[in-house]
């Protein structure tokens, strides 16, 4: 009798627990679904981003495996987060501005209206939530940041990078910190004859203008979309700015050869040392991920167009190692025939100055430049370099904010080639030897 009701207790428990067991058994496999719906989209996201970057630099890394799926999620979670922070923090330094705005967009409208002859309707004023101290003083602070870095670069970046900022956070500001409140309704049977206008005037207007908003906001994502899929890979190290790279012999010969074909001048300031192989200033613009990787010289600050004369190298990715830099002496190097029409000043000296030394421009007033000439040990190039001398050095005053132009003319045991052109081709020999009389310009005064 009591073995019969054990066995009758043993078989009413599972019935207890089953519900129990099963509700867990669903949560954990609704959970794993959404993670494992989650996950793939990752990946298509970032498969789309890294196909774009591909597209763009007309490269092909080749090697990529089923393994290489975390990297790619990596990359999508890399994007969304720093269009996040782009979002937040464009939200909160729009947060003093967005009253005026708003009043400002309301005289507008109404003046709109009134110049078509039309009494206003469908208006709509933004109002607080809550007002915030603490968001309205932090929104002060990163505008402050942001103009005390927009002073310091190039006019046509710092415009550019106002109005996506502002654009990025107006409409999400309002999303967050404000609500938006219909001020005057729609004109009574007034209906849009467009049924896209009708459906999106039939919608509350906190609805409508988070609608334009994303609308708005995705759009200049897409616009910005480079520099975001830049900043991306950049943060995850697929992508290395202004770096130094260790090439086998072959590339590096093979860059050298044709960046003096170009009319640029590899490792400004340095000459070029047999047996070492070292490029300086060098993107990476993609490693690791694959078999190959890109390299691009001169190296470009995001956001900045590509000079004329940039070269691109595709190399295994075992072959080259980065060498991040020290701290260096601002210098560049320019050819002669680049500034120089004989012994004057060429038209277009002025705008590739600009282009090289990108260190000089927004200067604060008293800085000192060093202007080293290398020239031949003859009397006649001397004349020369003297003459070319004074109107770079009357250039440099006008374009810069500098005080003082150290001029060095270097000839004889002072003239430090760059390369020996001996050991070259013939084709290449007159590139060569324009590099050897190179005029180095350096940030600071002389130091002997």
Same mark, same amino acid.
């Given at each position: ?15 207890n ?9 669903? %949560?954990?496999? =609704? @959970?794993?679904?959404? /993670?494992? *719906? !989650? ?7 970032? &498969? ?44 909160i330094g729009?947060?003093?501005?967005l ?30 939530k ?27 970046? %710092?415009?550019? =990078? @106002?109005?996506?900022? /502002?654009? *990025? !956070? ?7 910190? &404000? ?37 708005v ?20 190290g ?45 993107d990476?613009?993609?490693?690791k ?11 470009v ?7 004329? &004369? ?87 005053l ?35 030897q ?11 005064a002389?130091?002997?």
């Amino acid at each position: 009798m009591r073995d019969q009701n054990t066995q009758e207790n043993l078989s009413e428990a599972p019935s207890n627990l089953a519900p129990a067991f099963q509700k867990v058994i669903a %949560a954990i496999e =609704f @959970c794993t679904k959404v /993670l494992g *719906f !989650g996950y793939l989209l990752t990946l298509i996201f970032g &498969g789309l981003l890294m196909s774009v970057y591909f597209f763009r630099h007309s490269f092909n890394p080749g090697g990529i495996s089923a393994s290489d799926a975390l990297t790619i999620a990596l990359l999508t979670f890399a994007f969304v987060g720093i269009l996040a922070a782009l979002v937040v923090f464009g939200a909160i330094g729009c947060y003093p501005w967005l009253p005026v705005a708003m009043a400002a967009w309301r005289r507008l409208e109404t003046a709109w209206k009134r110049w078509r002859s039309a009494e206003p309707s469908g208006l709509v004023m933004f109002e607080w939530k809550r007002r915030s101290y603490g968001y309205f003083s932090l929104g002060i602070i990163i505008d402050a940041g942001i103009v005390f870095l927009l002073i310091k670069a190039p006019l046509p970046i %710092a415009l550019q =990078f @106002c109005v996506t900022f /502002l654009c *990025f !956070g107006f409409f999400p500001c309002i999303a967050i910190f &404000g609500k938006p409140v219909q001020v005057s309704p729609w004109r009574s049977g007034y209906m849009p004859d467009n049924p896209v206008d009708r459906w999106y005037q039939q919608l509350p207007p906190s609805l409508r203008i988070l609608f334009a908003g994303s609308v708005v906001t995705g759009g200049l994502a897409l616009v910005a979309l480079p520099d975001l899929q830049d900043l991306s890979l950049k943060s995850i190290g697929f992508r290395k700015d202004q770096v130094d790279v260790r090439l086998k012999k072959e590339d590096y010969d093979f860059l050298v050869t044709q960046s003096m074909i170009a009319g640029s001048v590899v490792n400004d300031c340095e000459p070029i040392i047999s047996g070492e192989f070292l490029v300086r200033r060098v993107d990476v613009l993609w490693q690791k991920f694959g078999t190959q990787a890109l390299l691009r010289y001169p190296a470009v600050p995001i956001g900045q167009p590509e000079p004329a &004369g940039g070269l691109r190298l595709e190399v295994p990715n075992s072959d080259f190692k980065l060498v991040h830099p020290n701290a260096r002496r601002r210098c560049a190097e320019v050819l002669g025939a680049d500034l120089f029409d004989k012994a004057g000043i060429k038209a277009t000296a002025a705008a590739t100055l600009q282009q090289k030394l990108t260190f000089l421009q927004n200067l604060s007033g008293g800085s000192s430049v060093t202007v080293r000439m290398y020239s031949p040990a003859d009397t006649k190039a001397s004349m020369l370099r003297t003459a070319q001398g004074a109107a770079l050095r009357k250039l440099l005053l006008d374009t810069f904010a500098v005080s003082t132009v150290d001029l060095i003319l270097a000839q004889g045991t002072e003239n430090r080639v760059k390369w020996d052109c001996d050991s070259l081709p013939p084709e290449i020999t007159g590139h060569c030897q324009n590099a050897n009389t190179r005029i180095e310009i350096a940030l600071g005064a002389s130091e002997n």
